[in-house]
């Protein structure tokens, strides 16, 4: 099978490549734009296959696109090339409104016009599989605000959709766009939602590579609010594992919620990454004495938690990593690999706080 991957020099969609060229004999062609966020340095493992090559490509240039696909003639598309980070978004939404809603419309309306020119089995088999997040759902009750002993509800795929940020709304807008040409031309879609990944390869703006990094430094190692809010994490490549059974035995027209069962305050996930490194890297200091307050992110959303047993039931998947395994396996990773760590970090992003209105810092 020949696979078109978005986005797969980004941090899921380079751990859906490594999964496919290890444990598959399909082909990836993988376009990426190469933003900041982009590094083709975690696809080292794989890059010399015969099966994998790479072209940079905007999605937002159609031209570019339609020659990918006329080019490569891919089985399905994996579209994972997306600006993901919430802060950033907040800073400066337009970057999000370009990617991820106009890019995302030309490759839609690419594949659907290529798609249409296919015959047969070809045709009968093509799939487009949109990647998106759990944020398009807004968020959920936290335990603090409830009895307590309630039952607290989880995201499902009828969940009814209540963006927040930038970053959230340019999502769901793909996530209807998906939807739209399904339902209106036809084109053989499939939907997933993650919670929160985490794992080797992470782009240190995100919490966890952050604190890791930060913690090694002796930098403070901020946290939001009162750090209360809920996650449930999900470790790289369960996802990537997840994504692969969705494109090859996903049902059209379905959304499948993937989740990593693990939910988390944000403080719990930072004081758990210290108690690490103090076993992993002892100092003179315990690294939690690092922890400092901020302002709180504007309209941050208090809780997320997926039910992906949808997954489960239907696809017969479910995560392998504990957040404890998974945790340690990224820290590890880290120790292992800071020529990569210094490498991504380029002049223009050094964990600096992010997610500041303009005109009110």
Known sequence: MKILVTGGAGFIGSAVIRHIITNTTDEVLNVDKLTYAGNLESLNPVSSSSRYQFEQVDICSRAEIERVFTAFQPDVVMHLAAES?????????????????????????????????????????????????????????????????????????????????????????????????????????????????????????????????????????????????????????????????????????????????????????????????DELVPSDKKYSEQITYVDDRPGHDRRYAIDSSKMQQELGWVPQESFESGLKKTVQWYLDNAQWCENVQSGNYQRERLGVIAGEE
């Not at 449930?232 to 069962?261: C, F, K, M, P, S």
């Not at 939910?263 to 490194?277: G, M, P, Q, S, W």
Request: negative net charge; contains cysteine; proline residues 7%.
């Open 85 to 277: 980070h919430v802060d950033r978004s907040i800073t400066g939404p337009s970057e999000f409104i370009q990617t991820n809603i106009v890019g995302t419309y030309n490759l839609l309306d690419v594949a659907r016009l290529y798609w249409s020119s296919l015959e047969g089995k070809k045709k009968a088999s093509f799939k487009f599989h949109h990647i998106s997040t759990d944020e398009v759902y807004g968020d959920l009750p936290h335990p603090d605000d409830v009895e307590p002993g309630s039952e607290l509800p989880l995201f499902t795929e009828k969940t009814s959709y209540a963006p927040s940020s930038p970053y959230s709304a340019s999502k769901a807008s793909s996530d209807h766009l998906v939807k739209a040409w399904h339902r209106t031309y036809g084109l053989p879609v499939i939907i997933t939602n993650c919670s929160n990944n985490y794992g080797p390869y992470h782009f240190p703006e995100k919490l966890i590579p952050l604190v890791i990094l930060n913690a090694l430094e002796g930098k403070p190692l901020p946290i939001y609010g009162k750090g209360d809010q809920i996650r449930d994490w999900l470790y790289v490549e369960d996802h990537a594992r997840a994504l692969h059974t969705v494109v090859t035995q996903g049902q059209v027209g379905e959304t499948y919620n993937i989740g990593g069962h693990n939910e988390k305050r944000n403080i719990e996930v930072v004081e758990t990454i210290c108690k690490i490194l």
